[in-house]
């Protein structure tokens, strides 16, 4: 199946700085996906994309669809301690047709260092 | 608060047990998709229903089954238990069969296999 490499694998910052985290992959998705998983819960949607190179900002979070749409990329701008936890990538072949699984991401964790 | 609610919580079992699942949707949801979560291999998309009906497989295992109910409830039924089922299993559930990736996650079931 479809393998999707993110990194880096964590990231231990100062509150206040930028993070940039991506997700490569071997394989062509059609839709690209980030979503943020706090400990304890489930993950919730952060950013959905839709069309190669399409970039997508929501408040401090800002996502990109690479122009190959093999890869994605994630940035969160000023970093407050409640952006501590998991970031998932995932991605999915199908755009209004498919109906397959999400494929995830090992995730990022980011911890924010007082 | 997704909206996505799942039961029980925690789960502690023994090998060669079986153990079931229970996940109810958004209000209005009509797929419903399981995910495994382990420290190892990430998320793992296991099957997805759609108004009662299997939509798509993934990697779930022979021993492990699911259906979802007219009333749109799903059961993930895992049986013959091994130590390495341990996981988190997470419901999600979207409007339609044909997603767009935007998936709400419930809280998970963290089942413990001794």
């Known amino acids: 199946g479809q393998q999707l490499n993110q990194s880096p694998q964590s990231m231990f910052i100062q509150e206040g700085e930028d993070v940039s985290m991506n997700c490569t992959s071997s394989?062509?998705?059609?839709?690209w996906l980030w979503y943020k998983q706090d400990p304890g819960e489930g993950p919730v949607l952060l950013i959905a994309?839709?069309?190669?190179?399409e970039l997508t900002s929501n408040g401090r979070l800002t996502a990109q669809f690479g122009i190959t749409r093999k890869d994605s990329f994630l940035n969160i701008s000023a970093s407050i301690p409640s952006d501590v936890g998991i970031y998932f990538c995932?991605?999915?072949?199908?755009?209004?047709?498919?109906?397959?699984?999400?494929?995830f991401g090992k995730g990022t964790h980011l911890i924010i260092q007082p | 608060d997704s909206g996505v609610t799942q039961t029980p919580k925690h789960l502690i079992t023994a090998t060669g047990q079986r153990v079931t699942l229970r996940c109810s949707p958004r209000?209005?949801?009509?797929?419903v998709y399981w995910y495994q979560q382990s420290l190892d291999q990430g998320l793992q998309f296991l099957i997805q229903?759609?108004?009662?009906?299997?939509?798509a497989k993934g990697n779930i295992l022979e021993r492990f089954s699911a259906q979802q109910f007219p009333d749109l409830h799903s059961e993930l039924n895992l049986s013959s238990l091994e130590l390495g089922d341990s996981a988190l299993y997470f419901c999600?559930?979207?409007?339609?069969?044909?997603?767009?990736?935007?998936?709400?996650f419930g809280e998970g079931s963290r089942l413990t296999v001794l």
């Open positions: 394989s062509i998705f059609n839709t």
């Open positions: 229903y759609y108004n009662g009906e299997e939509r």
């Open positions: 999600a559930s979207s409007v339609s069969s044909h997603g767009t990736g935007e998936l709400f």
């Open positions: 209000s209005g949801d009509l797929s």
């Open positions: 995932a991605g999915q072949l199908g755009v209004g047709g498919g109906a397959d699984g999400l494929t």
């Open positions: 994309l839709y069309k190669a190179g």
